[in-house]
């Protein structure tokens, strides 16, 4: 069985940062490309960054400079540093695992950027 589980999510004050962890099991993360997408409230879900299988990141234009996607092949993980939180990242941020046509989901992590 699958399972993708985020942690990290947080309360955070504009400007602050947050540490995104998500967790494997039931498959090798460094096969497949991995993403973390988030959606806010009355909104469709949205690329925030993915990692192929052999490394190579790509980020959506709003986090750049921001965000640091890396991944830890032995503990079968993948991170998501945010740095220089704004309101506007306020989200469920969800893991996703992709390899052709299969793809998993994880539960999603509640960021809240607020003062």
């Known amino acids: 069985q699958v399972q993708l589980v985020e942690s990290g999510g947080d309360l955070v004050q504009p400007g602050g940062s947050l540490r995104l962890s998500c967790a494997a099991s039931g498959i090798i993360i460094h096969i497949y490309t991995m993403g973390w997408y988030r959606q806010a409230p009355g909104k469709q879900r949205e690329l925030v960054a993915t990692?192929?299988?052999?490394?190579?990141?790509t980020k959506a234009d709003s986090v750049k400079g921001r965000f640091t996607f890396s991944r830890d092949n032995p503990k079968n993980t993948v991170y998501l540093q945010m740095n220089n939180l704004k309101p506007e990242d306020t989200a469920v941020y969800y893991c996703?695992?992709?390899?052709?046509?299969?793809?998993?989901w994880g539960q999603g992590t509640q960021v809240t950027v607020s003062s």
């Open positions: 990692m192929t299988n052999s490394g190579t990141t």
């Open positions: 996703n695992a992709q390899r052709g046509i299969v793809n998993y």
